[in-house]
């Protein structure tokens, strides 16, 4: 099926991509997952091939592309079996960090980390997530204290992606003032920062090629011109507004696997003789594969809608949390299908059904749970549904804005100008040119 963003450049990309995914990375994907972790060198090899930061402006040493580039490779990245180790990696790297970056930093900020980042010399994390604090992210208790030009960072993060190779670290912090308005994001570059540690590289049972790790700060000093955006206590919606994409693009990566999933069984299937037949010729197996298929398909219309609907700037939030809990859903049961038409050996890790199955149940889990898409979606049609409890000041909305979960008010759904893309889904040239109003 051929979505109906692709064009004819994207579907160069996409060829080169797998090409380069063949030569260059699925030869070291057992040795990741073994070593949990992949090679720098794969880094700089991606780099060099134009894979990293392929939708930030060509001003910060970006591809100059916009979100379907960064799809596509993540895609052709999951088709070659790399999704649940390096793919993350990247998506972490350039597809979240790179983007708080170029939306919120100052052009030094940006100039400073986002070229590295596109060479592979710079690996980026997200830290927000806490031992007591995961889905409540307003509960967080990493603390920046602000003593004269520096940040003293204390606290402890864990389940963050990229926690042992990355460079620099955006980090949630409270630097003061109640609830979400306590919230900053101050950037740790890692090699300068003194009572920076590194835990635990954590033993998951998949994504195994994906390091995941805690981070501890004991009393670390960090530049203060390293706060993100410049102002105290903006962290919690900054976070915010790029959730609606980071929803969509869990979504996307869900299809993909999904698709995946079908295609490899359905080629099992054919094989594998049970009973002096191939299993296909079982009508249970056409009959689970048809359910499989179809799912597959439904989910991949759902989300190429919404896709146009993002370059076309009216993607609406309250439809991307129903994109990541349905797709994530539906790719976890049919892993779960498929890996069954396997039998015994899709039990067996070196079968890639059994890496798809095991790399699947984090994606119910992070990017927000699905009880709190759940939640998300619940909240717009009582809201749609109770026209008197819309909130009535800019107080109330900043205490709404209370959890991963978007709070009891997710900002997002404001439909607030501030995000600059072109026509075609293209961030705005930092100059201005061309610029268009954009809503997400
Ligand atoms: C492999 C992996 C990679 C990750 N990468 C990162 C990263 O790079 N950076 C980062 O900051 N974090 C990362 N995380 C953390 C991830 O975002 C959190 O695990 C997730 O937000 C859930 O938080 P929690 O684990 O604390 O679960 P909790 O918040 O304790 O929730 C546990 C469960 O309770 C239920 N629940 C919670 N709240 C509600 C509610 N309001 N209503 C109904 N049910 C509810 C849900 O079923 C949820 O799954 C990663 C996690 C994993 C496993």
């Not at 993540?74 to 070659?80: M, R, T």
């Not at 919120?104 to 900020?109: C, L, N, R, V």
């Not at 999933?261 to 080629?267: D, K």
């Not at 991307?320 to 049961?333: C, P, R, V």
């Amino acid at each position: 099926m051929t979505s109906p963003w692709m064009t004819e450049e994207l579907t160069l990309l996409a060829e080169s991509t797998a090409r380069f995914a063949a030569r260059e990375l699925a030869p070291h994907a057992e040795r990741w997952r073994q070593q949990k972790i992949v090679d720098r060198s794969a880094w700089l090899k991606a780099g060099a091939a134009g894979l990293l930061c392929a939708s930030i402006p060509e001003a910060y040493g970006g591809g100059g592309g916009d979100r379907r580039h960064e799809t596509v490779i993540g895609a052709e990245l999951s088709k070659a079996g790399l999704g649940g180790g390096f793919g993350t990696g990247i998506g972490v790297s350039c597809g979240l960090v790179a983007h708080y970056l170029l939306r919120y930093g100052t052009d030094a900020q940006k100039l400073a980390w986002l070229p590295g980042m596109a060479r592979g010399e710079i690996v980026a994390a997200i830290a927000m997530t806490e031992p007591g604090a995961g889905s409540d992210l307003q509960n967080i208790r990493t603390t920046a204290r602000r003593d004269g030009d520096v940040y003293v960072l204390n606290g402890q993060k864990t389940f963050i992606s990229n926690g042992q190779s990355a460079d620099i670290v955006v980090v949630a912090a409270k630097t003061g003032g109640e609830g979400a308005k306590g919230v900053s994001l101050i950037v740790l570059e890692a090699a300068k920062a003194e009572g920076f540690r590194r835990g635990r590289n954590l033993d998951k049972i998949g994504m195994h090629a994906q390091d995941t790790s805690e981070l501890f700060f004991d009393d670390v000093r960090v530049p203060a011109e390293n706060l993100l955006g410049g102002e105290e206590g903006r962290g919690f919606v900054q976070l915010m507004q790029e959730l609606a994409w980071e929803r969509l693009s869990c979504a996307l990566s869900a299809v993909t696997n999904t698709e995946r999933a079908v295609e490899m069984t359905a080629a099992y299937v054919k094989e594998r003789t049970a009973f002096g037949k191939p299993l296909m010729a079982f009508q249970n197996t056409q009959f689970r594969l048809a359910e499989c298929k179809s799912k597959a398909v439904i989910a991949r219309t759902f989300v190429d809608d919404l896709m146009m609907k993002m370059l076309d700037g009216r993607l609406d939030p309250t439809a991307a949390a129903m994109a990541k809990w349905w797709t994530t859903q539906t790719l976890n049961e049919v892993a779960d299908e498929c890996l069954q038409l396997h039998g015994g050996y899709g039990y067996m890790n070196e079968y890639p059904i059994a890496q798809l199955w095991a790399d699947a149940r984090v994606t119910k889990i992070f990017a927000g749970a699905n009880e709190i898409m759940n939640m998300l979606i619940a909240r717009s049609w009582c809201r749609a549904g109770h026209p008197t409890k819309t909130r009535t000041s800019r107080k109330e909305a900043d205490n709404d804005e209370s959890a991963r979960s978007g709070g009891r008010h997710d900002p997002l759904h404001q439909a607030r100008p501030e995000r600059r893309l072109g026509r075609d889904g293209r961030e705005g040239h930092p100059s201005g040119a061309g610029r268009r109003r954009y809503f997400l």
